[in-house]
């Protein structure tokens, strides 16, 4: 028996549902059509209305006139509106400001003691130097007072060799070749 996979045979039965979408606008609807209704209805009423066409004009001038000074408070309180976000923002702003130069100035005490600090090492480096430095010229001063004394740096490869050798064939002790010499610093009188 043969063993494959039908797709149709699975997807056959399968429904497609699309997700509905909610589009109940009734509410929206019923208000958008009172509110047209009433505009229709008062522009045909007053239309319609046994007035004098002088009263008419003078009611559609009125009602013109109130709506245009709505408009115009309507207008004057989003300016006003608007100029105090503006100044809020701009009070926001300068308190940042603010803050950010409180920083840069801590910064700055900060690099400041830094610098100081790195000052005061470099001022004890110094003097350390400088002490250093006349431990040597006392080092120095002391070889120079004492010239008839050598010591075992001041002599040569050469001389420390000759100086062996002399030592060997005088002592003439096996144990004295190779690495297991040793050889002590002593002061010696130069000849």
Known sequence: ??????????????????????????????????????????????????????????????????????????????KVQAQSKAEEIRTQAEDKKAEVQTKVEEKKVQANEKAEEVKAKADEKKTETKKKAEEVQSKQAEKKANKGVVTADDVENEELKAQKGAIKSEVKDEDLKGPKTVVEKKTFDKK
Request: no cysteine; charged share 30%; net charge negative.
């Open 1 to 78: 028996m043969e063993n494959k996979y039908n797709r149709d045979l699975y997807t056959h039965g399968l429904e497609t549902y699309e997700a509905e979408y909610n589009k109940n606008t009734n509410g929206r609807d019923f208000v958008f059509g009172v509110v047209l209704g009433t505009v229709i209805g008062g522009i045909v009423g007053l239309l319609l209305a046994p007035k004098a066409g002088k009263e008419l004009q003078d009611d559609l001038s009125e009602k013109s006139n109130k709506i245009l000074d709505d408009v115009k408070a309507k207008t004057e309180e989003k």
